[in-house]
């Protein structure tokens, strides 16, 4: 099964509020990233978060890690319709393997 | 725009043939990865190169295979396709003496009929 797993599947919230996703994963590793995706499009990258580090902020994106419970999360404040997108966590493992979460679909509603 | 290249942008193709997927990563990178979407298995990594030589495998079938070339562009060859091979396939690249961010590339959509 995958590594990473996140919840919830979709999200739908009117514009300004905020918007948390989580991700849990199962093996040890480097660092944690988010990705957005368009529609059938490339992902991009958001942010990264070292093994070490336990939050960290980007703009309106926070991202929180915690490797005890192997879970991390990702909130969006003060959403907008442009961020209607899915959202992935990816972790690097320390076996050097790189694994994707399920997605969260968010929906942004104006 | 990340400056990660792929080519073709749509690929279909019957079952039993080989193709092949081009990439080329962002000016100074020297990782390139590759990822396969699909509906039911989601974003799997199948592989990564590094300066040339191959650094991880993840989910990479057999009758698949890739190499980076020295100008740094790879390609991910996939044989006897099947219409379960279906799929966007990614490609990203990310910048050397780093386990950072990905830069993915727009996708090759593969359809196999």
């Known amino acids: 099964s995958q590594q990473g797993e996140e919840d919830p599947q979709a999200l739908s919230i009117q514009e300004g509020e905020n918007a948390t996703m989580n991700c849990s994963y199962k093996?040890?590793?480097?660092?944690l990233q988010w990705y957005r995706q368009n529609s059938g499009r490339g992902l991009v990258h958001l942010i990264l978060i070292r093994s070490n580090e336990r939050e960290k902020h980007s703009g309106r994106l926070r991202v929180t890690l915690d490797t005890s419970k192997k879970s991390s999360s990702l909130l969006i404040t003060a959403s907008r319709a442009a961020d209607t997108a899915s959202y992935f966590c990816?972790?690097?493992?320390?076996?050097?393997?790189?694994?994707f979460g399920t997605g969260t679909s968010l929906t942004v509603i104006p | 725009d990340s400056g990660v290249t792929q080519t073709p942008k749509h690929l279909i193709t019957a079952t039993g043939q080989r193709v092949t997927l081009r990439c080329s990563p962002r000016s100074g990178d020297l990782s390139v990865y590759w990822y396969q979407q699909s509906l039911d298995q989601g974003l799997q990594f199948l592989i990564q190169y590094y300066n040339g030589e191959e650094r991880a495998k993840g989910n990479i079938l057999e009758r698949f295979s890739a190499q980076q070339f020295p100008d740094l562009h790879s390609e991910l060859n996939l044989s006897s396709l099947e219409l379960g091979d279906s799929a966007l396939y990614f490609c990203a690249s990310s910048a050397p003496g780093t386990r950072g961010e990905q830069y993915f590339g727009p996708g090759t959509r593969l359809t196999v009929t």
């Open positions: 093996t040890s590793i480097n660092n």
């Open positions: 990816a972790t690097a493992t320390t076996g050097n393997q790189f694994y």
